[in-house]
């Protein structure tokens, strides 16, 4: 494994935000040395008794152990702790792997008192070997009484390859009462070398129950973290956890109906879209942010396969990398996607410069303005395909030979 | 557009093979200047009456008029010439771009007194321009009047981005008659810089009627020109057609059941594999060419479906550029295929090497030969999904800085 945040993404912001505390979240670190490394690599939060939680996770087939078992316990809504460990995944690693997850589970509700299902477990890192079961034991001691610490030190913590922390935080008023939300996420890629993944977490002190927490998450979840692609690789560990530990106060929310619902949603998806954009800024190899919007489709799912067809296309990506406007490879995008669409309606723009239109470059086109725009560092690609009301929006990076000096130039 | 033919693909072979004359079949190429180079860049083929013509295009729904014609075409089943422009697509260029191959057909056609219908044209290059009618009246006047040249000639010409010229030559007994069958191909990945594009011509002096034609050609074409990738990026004019001349003089093939059917199919699907192989060996950036092989889903189509998603995998394709026995990014792009898959049965092996089985690495797995396979030129990557019969074979390069420097270090 590479050494981690040694070269800065251009595209990280200046530094990590200020995040506040959120009442019954306890952040605490510890060394577990999963690789021959002195470095913090396993986190653990304490959540307060009565914490509700949701979760996403990856819908690759050959998922980690940490995968299965976390789908199973989110059924239960509740949640007491989270340990991640960083430099193995765990994944394809068989009942052994399962037995060190189980391991980790039952040291840590002793602990606490509480019941094993109650803690959640993710793992990111090499494949294919099972997590030292004496390492992670070791690892959970010293986590289990250590200092709490600072956002920055856990998303520091959960990081493998990325090259920058990442958190946000956003608030919302529900019921007269101010709620936050923190969160914190790891990821530069899909996959990154070693199979490292995209695992993220997110923090409020609002009281919600857990079927209307899982729908807040479900429902932030497709506009951001499933709404952003690397490399279009799907790894095998992803998972999103949202914990809320009902410490702000507010009116409990049951409902998405309920008056600050909405208000708790908008400040969720901030945090899960403001993550989501920053594991692309730390996409490998990026040297630009793109966003591709895609109107006109049949549907809102048209839209979003067609504009996951021109952010994972190496051609499109080459192309902006190159500062190169070669709108002919997004029309290539369009057309290879399977969705209904029509050459001659079709119109492509690169920023708010629309390049072509009705199926023919535009009368008069003027590169000047695009070009300018294409030296940039945020970059948006929109295509309209003159069919219907669908529409979507994904972001991505560029493909670099910083890419492949990560994933290629590189050995296990 | 960048020189072509500069830096010679690695993986090409040594020379331009020697094809045999096919009766019935005259090259022709002529200097259209469609860009400002000095090359011949459009070449005419002469087809003798009477013979049938197949074909197969791109699904890319921005296709070219090109496209859209030949597929009319192709339903008469019947040709008599062949028209190939190099420097252009004369893709998303509307009206324009069709009159100009409307002008080029019945240019030919009042030469050869023939139907328009009669007339197939490919254009491949530079996208939204359309062909200047000009330059193509020129050139194809003089070209109906050139000297007939070679194969090697005729393969050059065709080329855009291409390093090496691709032809390859097959024969097969039908009904006590020889009957020869030859092809050349360009393409240097589904897209190359400015879409430059995969086009392929077979020519054969069998007497085949057109239905079967066709479906001989489908049938190759499926384990062939559609089994190979090199980014995943389908562009909008990829054509192969199939002439036969019947001047073997063999019985004539109407099903496939007469004698000597499955001789020629087995012929043409010699000469077809080994056209898309040579792509593939001239993708953009290939150091290494891999043959990927799944066994053991639950259909062939399913087999196919996970094999592309290792083959197109950005991860696969750098771990292998880079030598690098990353098994466990084949089990991430298994899992993502979207296929019926079961984890804990999943097989993977590199060369003749299993690494992985029943969901855990191999015990005892020594990454020696391993490791010695993955420094060769010739990779051959496996998975046995444990589950059923299915099985297909797919062809791809490695991801490189190459692909990386062609695509996105160049300017349009």
Redesign the interface.
Known sequence: MRPRMTTRSPLAPDSFPALPDIAGVTLRVARARYKDWDRCDLTYVELAPGTTVAGVFT?????SSEVELGRAQIKQGVGRALIVNAGNSN????Y?GREAVEQIMEQVAGHLGCDASEVFVSSTG????PLPKDKARAGVEAALTAEPCSWEAAAETICTTDTFAKGSTARAIVGGTTVQVAGIVKGS?M?AP??ATMLGYIFTDATVTPALLQELLSEATSGSFNSITV??????SDTVLLFATGKAGNPPLVTRDDPGADALYAAIREVALDLAHQVVRDGEGASKFIEVQVAGATSDNSARRVALSIA????VK??I?????????V??????A?EP????R?AIRFGDHWV?K????VDGYDEAPVAAHLKGQDIRVGADLGLGDGRATVWTC????G???I??????
């Open positions: 819908r690759n087939i050959c998922c994944a394809f690693t068989g052994r090499v494949i294919g070997v890629g996959i070693d199979m490399d279009s690789d799907t790894s095998t994972n296309s190496p051609l080459t192309a990398a190159g500062e190169d406007a070669n709108w002919g490879r029309v290539m995008a369009v057309g290879k399977g669409a029509d050459r001659d079709l072509a009705d199926g023919l470059p560029d493909l670099t030979h890419y492949i000096s994933n290629a130039d590189y050995r296990s």
